[in-house]
């Protein structure tokens, strides 16, 4: 072993270059390794064709407009020594939770979804004042309020089962790893970041947030280490001592900070999946990318996102039976924000996500994987326009990610965008000085995943 | 570092922290928390700051030292008397 560095970290993700950038700010002598040959983890980007496309980021949720002092974005932007229009977000038009028979629009203006309710569901007005008072009450470091039961909470408020549906349908869609049910904690976090904060996103998309990030790091002497990937992280008496690389190159380090995951931190330090006997994440999903010859605003969508379900029932949960679940769905369109000066990304894009079966799409040959992603382009495609107009015969060109995707570039259990059900909000593990951050942590989301690396570096890593 | 000098690194660390708060009303009998939006995140980096500019340690245990402004200077001129401007 060589150099030894004060802080090591797994993974190139937003909390990883967060928790880097906080430790090289004071001074620290940091580098993250990243298995990948580039960066962001579950919020990446990529080029194909001569277009750039996002891969994760449909909005930045917590979105508060410049000068806000309260909230996660400012915090953030603080802790960062970021300025507010370093991010360059713009906000969302409006958005939609569309059930059979019943649409509840949204915007970063609850009153629009008060009114909603008010429209819709007109005798259920004082229960959506009562939940969103229980929602600020909540304090975020309680691990006990935490796990308790969402679905429970929400049907002691509300007397219409419907309404709870359509309130945990985006909620669920935008961070929920849990199956059927979500954890209230992350509920009123969820339900703040989006009915309360609200969506926003930069007109260059996720790469103009990383590229600040990996600036930042940098600037400050942090090492960014490309296609270094953890095999072990090797411990003496309890304590890490540094990493062997999958080259079998050694680094050495007097603590890890890992966003790899809890499952696959534990697989580093040489648990065996038995021992480990922790239940893995289990939502993944497909998303099918459009590009189309105009605004998709010409052929009628200029909703943000449409959170769409075809019953009254909300079931979330991974198919057991097929490659994905079409009975509920995302739709997303980034071209409609409120971008400055009427700037407007050139090509029209549509963005439709539906759940899947990991272990069903990564088992298939490589010729019946190619001929199934078509297969599942059109279905979700078909289902998706049951809730937004067709756009179809304007595509010009179409790409599609699936759990496979996910799983080759992240190597995250399942390809699960949100981690393992049980969150370990006080980051610790069994080796003193190793810690985890970002998805497992707790927070989810961009901003969730940049406010986790940045806590669990000034909790262990600097005080 | 005399007192004097002691605020004016405080108001320039504050202003680097929390750049959109305005600093130049604030009462120095009463808490940061009850004028600006600062949270225990921002009290780490006042702490953190003052290592990182004038290698000034401070315990865990004597951060609610660093309450309001009149506390945080009467708390830091013993530790800073040694200290360069």
């Known amino acids: 072993m060589t150099e030894a560095y004060d802080t090591l970290i797994?993974?190139?993700?937003?909390?990883?270059?967060?928790?880097?950038i906080r430790l090289a700010y004071y001074d620290q002598s940091v580098a993250i390794l990243e298995r990948h040959k580039?960066?962001?983890g579950l919020n990446s980007f990529y080029r194909a064709g001569g277009r750039d496309y996002d891969v994760g980021l449909h909005a930045v949720t917590n979105f508060t407009p410049k000068g806000a002092k309260k909230g996660p974005l400012s915090r953030l932007l603080r802790q960062l020594r970021f300025q507010w229009e370093d991010f360059a977000l713009a906000p969302q038009q409006q958005s939609r939770i569309a059930f059979p028979g019943v649409d509840l629009a949204f915007s970063n203006d609850i009153r629009l979804l008060e009114s909603e309710i008010a429209r819709c569901f007109p005798h259920q007005v004082a229960a959506f004042a009562n939940l969103r008072s229980q929602v600020l009450e909540y304090d975020d470091l309680d691990q006990a309020a935490f796990d308790i039961s969402t679905r429970k909470v929400l049907g002691q408020i509300f007397s219409d089962p419907l309404l709870i549906e359509m309130l945990l349908c985006p909620l669920m869609w935008y961070g929920n790893a849990r199956v059927h049910d979500m954890d209230w904690g992350q509920f009123c976090i969820m339900f703040r970041s989006i009915f309360l904060?609200?969506?926003?996103?930069?007109?260059?998309?996720?790469?103009?947030i990383l590229k600040h990030l990996v600036k930042?790091?940098?600037s400050l002497g942090g090492q960014l280490l490309l296609r270094h990937g953890v095999k072990e992280i090797v411990s003496e008496q309890g304590r890490a001592v540094g990493v062997i690389l999958d080259d079998g190159r050694e680094i050495q380090a007097k603590r890890i900070l890992s966003s790899a995951g809890w499952v696959e931190t534990q697989r580093m330090m040489g648990q065996t999946d038995e021992v480990v006997d922790e239940e893995t994440g289990q939502l993944t999903f497909i998303e099918t990318i459009t590009t189309l010859n105009c605004q998709p605003a010409k052929l009628g969508l200029s909703d943000t996102i449409v959170f769409y379900n075809d019953s009254d029932r909300f079931d979330w949960r991974p198919p057991h039976h097929d490659l994905c679940d079409l009975r509920t769905g995302v739709?997303?369109?980034?071209?409609?924000?409120?971008?400055d000066d009427h700037e407007q990304l050139s090509d029209g894009i549509i963005r439709i996500t539906s759940i899947a079966n990991f272990d069903r799409w990564s088992s298939l040959s490589e010729a019946d994987y190619r001929r199934e992603k078509m297969v599942w382009y059109d279905?979700?495609?078909?289902?998706?326009v049951r809730f937004v107009p067709e756009f179809r015969h304007h595509a010009i060109d179409t790409d599609m990610f699936t759990p496979k995707t996910i799983r080759r570039f992240t190597w995250h259990d399942n390809g699960a965008v949100y981690g393992a059900p049980k969150k370990r909000l006080d980051g610790r593990t069994q080796l003193e000085n190793v810690f985890i951050c970002g998805t497992d942590q707790g927070f989810v989301g961009i901003i969730g995943a940049i406010i986790s690396g940045i806590s669990i570096a000034n909790q262990y890593c600097l005080k | 570092m005399a007192p004097e000098e002691i605020r004016e690194v405080i108001i320039e660390i504050l202003g680097d922290i929390a750049p959109d708060e305005d600093l130049g009303s604030l009462d120095d009998a009463v808490a940061f928390r009850e004028q600006l939006e600062l949270d225990s995140m921002d009290f780490l980096d006042i702490v953190m700051e003052l290592r990182k500019r004038y290698r000034?340690?401070?315990p865990e245990d004597?951060?609610?030292?660093?309450?309001?402004?009149?506390?945080t200077v009467s708390y830091l001129t013993p530790k800073m008397s040694e200290v360069a401007k």
């Open chain 1, 10 to 20: 797994i993974g190139a993700g937003m909390s990883g270059l967060a928790a880097g």
């Open chain 1, 38 to 40: 580039t960066i962001g």
């Open chain 1, 197 to 208: 904060e609200g969506f926003a996103r930069p007109i260059r998309g996720v790469r103009l």
């Open chain 1, 216 to 218: 930042k790091f940098r």
């Open chain 1, 331 to 339: 739709v997303c369109s980034p071209n409609n924000y409120q971008y």
């Open chain 1, 379 to 384: 279905r979700s495609s078909d289902s998706a």
């Open chain 2, 56 to 58: 000034v340690q401070i």
């Open chain 2, 62 to 71: 004597e951060y609610v030292q660093l309450a309001s402004m009149r506390s």
